[in-house]
Nanobody
Framework: QVQFEESGGGLVQAGGSLRLSCAAS????????IGWFRQAPGMQREGVSC?????????YYGDSVKGRFTISRDNDKNIVYLRMDSLKPEDTAVYYC????????????????WGQGTQVTVSS
């Protein structure tokens, strides 16, 4: 079963950038859709972005991050990235990656093989 490890989180000032990585083991990412999700304290987990399998390469973004975040994959390294620019304090959350056969509506319940997450904190 594929397992994920997220990394790249940290503390950044508003307007700054981070690049998150989702590294996979036990499976080949290019055959699956990979989603990024986030969860702030006291809030439900929400879909941030998704990239479909390499056969299609479609990308999807939540309304709150469109134009600021970019998802991509490196099939040779078996990693999916989330580039986050123009960060806002409301982007503060733990970010997770997970897999599904398709992105669909980017609902957490449709994804599995969740990683442990990486904390992103944006100061004002």
């Amino acid at each position: 079963q594929v397992q994920f490890e997220e990394s790249g989180g940290g503390l950044v000032q508003a307007g700054g950038s981070l690049r998150l990585s989702c590294a996979a083991s036990g499976g080949t990412l290019k055959y699956y859709a990979i989603g990024w999700f986030r969860q702030a304290p006291g809030m439900q987990r929400e879909g941030v972005s998704c990239i479909s399998s390499s056969n299609f390469g479609d990308t999807y973004y939540g309304d709150s991050v469109k134009g600021r975040f970019t998802i991509s994959r490196d099939n040779d390294k078996n990693i999916v990235y989330l580039r986050m620019d123009s960060l806002k304090p409301e982007d503060t959350a733990v970010y997770y990656c997970a897999t599904a056969w398709e992105c669909g509506l980017l609902l957490p319940g449709d994804f599995d093989s969740w990683g442990q997450g990486t904390q992103v904190t944006v100061s004002s």
